[in-house]
């Protein structure tokens, strides 16, 4: 299984992102796939995640502000980041669970290797 996470970078504040989850050898249609960041010296993180129904769920921070959507017919899991802030800098991880609690990194089975982002005030 292998997760491709894509779509960090260099935003000023109030800027916009848009990661993406590519998987191969896994079907996303049918698991949890989760967003989670981590920033130097501080814990991962939750931030999103989408199941294989479409239900979504946000951690507070980003609450109305990111969205995860999905295209199962790339097999491709999204999350839209608008109105970043400098707090919202770290490496993002993608990942993915069949269940479980979706908001614990313990949950998920499999993950990607990050893409950074990394929002100047």
């Known amino acids: 299984v292998q997760l491709q996470a894509s779509g960090g970078g260099l935003v000023q504040a109030g800027g916009s992102l848009r990661l993406s989850c590519a998987a191969s050898?896994?079907?996303?249609?049918?698991?949890?796939t989760g967003w989670f960041r981590q920033a130097p010296g501080k814990e991962r993180e939750f931030v999103a995640a989408?199941?294989?129904?479409?239900?979504?769920y946000y951690a507070r921070s980003v609450k109305g502000r990111f969205t995860a959507s999905r295209d199962y017919a790339k097999n491709t899991v999204y999350l839209q980041m608008n109105s970043l802030k400098p707090e919202d800098s770290a490496i993002y991880y993608c990942?993915?669970?069949?269940?479980?609690?979706?908001?614990?990194?313990?949950?998920?089975?499999?993950w990607g290797q990050g893409t950074q982002v990394t929002v100047s005030s």
């Open positions: 050898d896994y079907t996303l249609s049918s698991a949890t």
């Open positions: 990942a993915v669970a069949r269940f479980g609690d979706y908001s614990r990194d313990a949950t998920y089975e499999h």
């Open positions: 989408i199941s294989w129904s479409g239900a979504t």
